[in-house]
């Protein structure tokens, strides 16, 4: 037995897309560690990708933006009498294609179908589950380090939304359960998703600089996170926000990041 303990336990993984992901590397330790993995995608074309990636697995296509079809998984998943010890949310969305915009100039039509992809479709996806989770499981969600140090533009304060929505949802399912809801809180990554952010490549070496080690994070890390807070060994952790960042978030005044700024001022 390993220490995760989540050997034939049953997970739902949303949000994978390649081999660059957060999902995609939590879901392959959960693999690597015995458990058996369930996954949704939005389409068929996502689907055979993740077919490549994890052969033999049951996938579902789901849309989040839509409550009817969150509310019709839950129905389908009841009357195969699945239960799951864990889901990872690993969803977000948000539409950059006119460039990076100041906060004030934020359309609502993105600001609105940003939140619902990348925050409320959790509580829509809690709610739908309840029934077919496990009296003892672990729900986990990815946000960010710090909603107000990263160029994330709108999604900062959505991304803070869900940190919130993390925490009245353990308050919520505590009244009949013992769900666990925690979200972890990861610094700039390289991923695929990332990627499309402009500007983020240069707030992710800024973000490598501010880390105390000088060395970015690393997907894996915070994969390894999200395992442990999926896993009963983290029985003790509930409605918070785990912050992976290298230390970044208590460096911001590191003394050669400091020293470089005032050489060049």
Do not use: W
């Not at 949303?14 to 081999?19: C, L, M």
């Not at 009817?68 to 839950?74: P, S």
């Not at 925050?119 to 729900?139: E, R």
């Not at 990627?195 to 880390?211: F, H, S």
């Amino acid at each position: 037995m390993s220490f995760l303990n989540i050997e034939n336990k049953n997970f739902l993984i949303t949000g994978v897309a390649n081999k660059k992901s957060v999902a995609y590397f939590s879901a392959k330790i959960l693999e690597e560690n015995g458990a058996n993995l369930f996954f949704t995608v939005l389409n068929e074309e996502i689907k055979q990708r993740v077919v490549k990636l994890f052969p033999n697995r049951p996938i579902f296509l789901l849309d989040v933006e839509s409550e009817g079809d969150i509310l019709n998984f839950g129905e389908i998943l009841k009357k195969e009498k699945i239960i799951f010890n864990g889901l990872l949310h690993s969803i977000a969305f948000a539409n950059y294609s006119d460039g990076m915009k100041p906060f004030h100039e934020t359309k609502l039509k993105d600001y609105l179908q940003a939140s619902t992809i990348s925050s409320f479709s959790l509580v829509m996806l809690a709610n739908a589950l309840k029934d077919v989770f496990d009296s003892n499981a672990s729900v986990v969600t990815i946000s960010i380090s710090s909603t107000r140090a990263t160029n994330y533009g709108y999604m900062g304060p959505i991304k803070a939304s869900l940190d919130s929505t993390v925490a009245f949802l353990a308050k919520s399912f505590s009244s009949f359960s013992k769900i666990r809801f925690n979200a972890v809180c990861a610094g700039p990554l390289k991923t695929s998703a990332s990627a499309g952010i402009p500007g983020y490549i240069e707030n992710y070496l800024y973000a490598e600089e501010l880390t105390m080690r000088k060395r970015a994070l690393e997907t894996l890390e915070v994969a390894n996170t999200v395992a442990f807070l999926l896993s009963p060994s983290s029985s003790g952790i509930n409605a918070s926000g785990v912050v992976v960042d290298g230390g970044m978030s208590a460096n911001y005044f590191d003394e050669k990041v400091v020293s470089a700024f005032s050489k060049n001022s």
